[in-house]
T-cell receptor, first 111, second 116 residues
Framework: GQQLNQSPQSMFIQEGEDVSMNCTSS?????WLWYKQDPGEGPVLLIA?????ELTSNGRLTAQFGITRKDSFLNISASIPSDVGIYFC???????????FGTGTSLTVIP | NAGVMQNPRHLVRRRGQEARLRCSPM?????VYWYRQLPEEGLKFMVY????????ESGMPKERFSAEFPKEGPSILRIQQVVRGDSAAYFC??????????????FGQGTRLTVV
């Protein structure tokens, strides 16, 4: 199956700092999705991207669909304690069907 | 508009028993995906279904696992003769379309299966 490399694996930041994480693939993707998962819960969709170069915001979150169609980035500005959780990227090939998930970025925000 | 509903939230089975996990997609969604997640790991694709059809089951173990999405009712993931290694969180997601624009997949809260 497809391998999505997500980095960093974990982050420890001070409240108020900005956060950046990214996801790369060896294949061209048609769709990129970003999720946040809290312990014991299902992933919650944060942002969806459909076009190369597309930049989309959702509050303090901004995500971009890479020009090469093989990567995507998620930025969180002015982090707050409730941002704590695991962030996953997910991509769908142009052929459709399943969503491939990244390995996740664990975010810890220190008050 | 209710989200993706999964039940039960927690399921305990003894080795050798059967486990049935249910997933009701969001209203208007006809595409269902099942994923498995082990502790501290990411989500692994199992199967993708549309109403009455299995589209992609490349992630399903060859034995003991099956899935269906009937014309009426929820999607069912069935695990026969469970073993301890089946213990995991099983998540269902649904989407309105299978590909292209607006292919947003929304997840349920999962079923946590424990095999004792």
């Amino acid at each position: 199956g497809q391998q999505l490399n997500q980095s960093p694996q974990s982050m420890f930041i001070q409240e108020g700092e900005d956060v950046s994480m990214n996801c790369t693939s060896s294949s061209i993707f048609n769709t990129w999705l970003w999720y946040k998962q809290d312990p014991g819960e299902g992933p919650v969709l944060l942002i969806a991207l459909y076009k190369a170069g597309e930049l989309t915001s959702n509050g303090r979150l901004t995500a971009q669909f890479g020009i090469t169609r093989k990567d995507s980035f998620l930025n969180i500005s002015a982090s707050i304690p409730s941002d704590v959780g695991i962030y996953f990227c997910a991509g769908q090939l142009w052929t459709g069907n399943q969503f491939y998930f990244g390995t996740g970025t664990s975010l810890t925000v220190i008050p | 508009n209710a989200g993706v509903m999964q039940n039960p939230r927690h399921l305990v089975r003894r080795r050798g028993q059967e486990a049935r996990l249910r997933c009701s997609p969001m209203k208007g969604h006809s595409h269902v995906y099942w994923y498995r997640q082990l502790p501290e790991e990411g989500l692994k694709f199992m199967v993708y279904l549309q109403k009455e059809n299995i589209i992609d089951e490349s992630g399903m173990p060859k034995e003991r696992f099956s899935a269906e999405f009937p014309k009426e009712g929820p999607s069912i993931l069935r695990i026969q003769q469970v073993v301890r290694g089946d213990s995991a969180a099983y998540f269902c997601a649904s989407s309105r379309t299978g590909w292209g624009m607006n292919t947003e997949a929304f997840f349920g809260q999962g079923t946590r299966l424990t095999v004792v």
